[in-house]
């Protein structure tokens, strides 16, 4: 029986877009005030923008297991069994897991981009998957 878990936080790995994307939120905030002279809209602004790249600079927490996998992110989780998942896409530092057995425009909608830190959980994903969808045939 296998378990894993692992967090993933870009901005530890990408140190110069880490400090670029802090100058860009910061110049954001400063050029809504001077465009308002409203301090209220540029405090508005800057949540907006570290909101929008919130999965860039706060961890997300992963976990792998006999059952399906799961997510943690800001308080909020979501799990889905392997059952769930037809089709499994590998990529260089991640895996996206898709429901449809073959490529499809709801893909971006309906799959779940899933970045792994090592090849031995990459393997685990793509079996589980693989494994689940050949005993639903």
Do not use: H
């Amino acid at each position: 029986m296998s378990n894993f878990s692992w967090t993933d936080r870009p901005s530890d790995e990408f140190k110069g877009r880490k400090v670029f994307g802090w100058v860009i939120i910061a110049l954001t905030g400063v050029a809504v005030y001077l465009a308002s002279d409203n301090i209220i809209f540029a405090v508005v602004s800057l949540f907006l923008m570290l909101f929008a790249s919130s999965r860039f600079y706060f961890k997300t927490y992963f976990s792998a297991d006999e059952l399906g996998i799961g997510e943690k992110f800001m308080g909020f989780s979501r799990t889905r069994k392997w059952s769930e998942f037809r089709r499994v896409d590998v990529g260089k530092r991640a895996v996206f897991l898709s429901p449809f057995p073959t490529p499809r425009r709801m893909d971006n909608f309906r799959g779940w981009f899933v970045p792994t830190p090592s090849d031995e959980v990459k393997q685990f994903i793509v079996d589980k998957v693989k494994e689940t969808f050949k005993a639903d045939k």
